[in-house]
């Protein structure tokens, strides 16, 4: 029985959304930052001058790429660090003026547990609902808005189902009601075309590892004027907002990684595009009791997930490592909980389908015969695991 | 994270699929946990000549699944129903810790099919005499 599942293996990396390999330009460019230029930027010598050269060139290159000034970018630990600042830092400063903040139900969990920890301090938050594609209706933004309302929190692209979000019309509804407008761009960067002041976004949380820069650097725009608290206390570093020694080599990989991302975004989202719509076609074709989730046509050109009824996700995960491929799942039997994830379940999938997920996300070292490897394998994982199954009808 | 004991009960399951007009029956789980486990029982003379599973759920279901259908085939219905999650959990050189409610709905699962079996066992002999 075994002899279907094994043979020939192929190492392919199908989980881009949790992270990506450090591109070696991004490596070069960081590393005379380690024992050559490691000034600190705050000394004031010459090698320390050159490290803070450094510092503001890659803080103009992320700057450039979503249409920021230099000086609205701060560089954090990470897209967690500048969800959680955002979100927090503006509720802290807006307390006298509001205590309601809108975000939605698909949200990372670095917004949704912020904004959980700030239920516990008194504020009240309002989570949208989704349709079955991850949607945002940006009506029901503007219906949830009250004079309380302090800030707007909806993210550009969701990790899990790669839903794009209609940015700019919740933008412009947040502009006319004078609300600061958040957004987490994790996913987003080098994905869709990011413009913060044509999409009307006030902040904007981004991270490294996403597009091919290092783990442990991030940026949060915020735009000029906005009412923000500090997030770190101490020295005077990012404007005296964000206290630290500033990762020279960190920003230096993401202002790297982010210049070539938005450079090469055309040419690989037609590419990924054309690699995602056979995934997303074959397995629908060829596996039964499959559905897609997420957008049809409004989700990232990297993404594919699809529920496959009657298994479970893990499992899936499981057979398919041992076959080489790495993927991941909404299930949450990869995590410590028992609830399945959050995402799909705001889709309206239930829990026995949400447990059932699978998400492939392709990258730039993906190519067609691992498109055709994984549409060759996936169908006997899913039929051998079917078999075991007492959901499944066809006993 | 898995043991290679339960990898390998895993990829290749023991004692995998349905007996039919089993004498006892036992479905256990909640598919909102993702997990459901369906254990059936073939019983003899208060024995357990065979005994089969069929799961939803992840590796460490399956694995526990199989090694709990291989710990209680051959013994006795009351020395099957001393088999605990722990004794499977071991038998699977350990689960993680978040994982050994899977050991647990195993040992729910045969005892239910056991309870399942009583019941009818039972009532046959309630009917007969």
Not at chain 2, 63 to 84: H, P, Q, Y
Request: hydrophobic share 40%; net charge negative; with cysteine.
């Amino acid at each position: 029985m075994n002899a279907a599942i094994r043979g020939r293996s192929r190492p392919v990396y199908m989980d881009h959304a949790a992270t990506t390999p450090v591109r070696p330009e991004v490596v070069e460019a960081m590393l005379p930052c380690f024992s050559e230029r490691y000034g600190n930027p705050s000394s004031v010598y010459a090698l320390a001058r050159e490290a803070q050269v450094t510092l503001e060139k890659a803080r103009g290159q992320v700057a450039e790429a979503i249409g920021a000034a230099t000086e609205e970018i701060y560089f954090t630990s990470g897209g967690t660090e500048a969800d959680n600042w955002a979100i927090k830092g503006v509720a802290a400063a807006n307390r006298k003026k509001g205590d309601h903040i809108i975000t939605s139900a698909i949200e990372h969990h670095a917004v949704l547990h912020s904004c959980r920890t700030l239920e516990k301090q008194g504020y009240r938050v309002t989570y949208l609902p989704v349709d079955e594609f991850g949607r945002v209706e940006p009506a029901a933004v503007e219906e949830a808005i009250t004079d309380a309302t302090i800030l707007i929190s909806v993210m550009a692209a969701n990790n899990e189902i790669g839903t794009i979000q209609p940015i700019a019309a919740i933008g412009e509804i947040a502009r006319d009601h004078g609300i600061p407008f958040h957004t987490d761009a994790v996913q987003a960067i080098g994905a869709i075309p990011i413009d913060v002041d044509s999409m009307g976004v006030d902040l904007l949380a981004l991270s490294g590892h996403k597009f091919y820069g290092p783990k442990g650097i991030g940026a949060l725009y915020i735009r000029k004027k906005t009412r923000i608290g500090t997030f770190m206390d101490g020295g005077a570093q990012e404007r005296g907002r964000r206290a630290g020694t500033e990762n020279v080599p960190g920003a230096v990989g993401l202002g790297k990684a982010i210049e070539l991302a938005v450079a090469e975004m055309p040419e690989n989202v037609t590419r990924l595009t054309a690699m995602r719509d056979r995934l997303i076609r074959e397995i629908l074709e060829t596996i039964p009791d499959t559905r897609l989730n997420g957008h049809p046509t409004e989700r990232l050109a990297n993404n594919v997930n699809v529920a496959f009824r009657y298994i479970e996700g893990e499992s899936i995960l499981l057979m398919l490592d041992t076959l080489g491929v790495a993927a991941s799942t909404g299930s949450a039997c990869t995590s410590a909980s028992l609830e399945p994830s959050h995402v799909l379940t705001a889709c309206g999938l239930p829990p026995e389908q949400a447990h059932g997920s699978l998400r492939l996300t392709l990258g730039s070292q993906n190519t067609d015969e691992d498109v055709d490897y994984v549409l060759s394998v996936l169908p006997r994982v899913v039929e051998r695991l079917r078999k075991m199954s007492p959901l499944n009808p066809e006993r | 994270m898995y043991s290679e004991r339960v990898m390998d009960h895993f990829m290749n399951p023991r004692n995998m699929g349905e007996i039919p007009d089993a004498d006892g029956v036992g479905e256990v789980g909640n598919p909102a946990c993702g997990d459901i486990m369906r254990i059936t029982l073939r019983i003899e003379e208060d024995r357990i000549v065979d005994a089969k599973f069929k799961t939803f759920g992840c590796a460490a279901a399956i694995a526990s699944s199989s090694m709990a259908t291989e710990l209680i085939r051959g013994k006795t219905v009351d020395e099957a129903l001393a088999v605990t999650n722990r004794a499977v959990a071991e038998a699977l050189e350990g689960l993680p810790p978040q994982k050994l409610h899977c050991s647990v709905l195993a040992e729910e699962g045969i005892h239910k099919a056991i309870d399942d079996y009583r019941s009818r066992h039972g009532a046959r002999e309630a009917n007969g005499g």
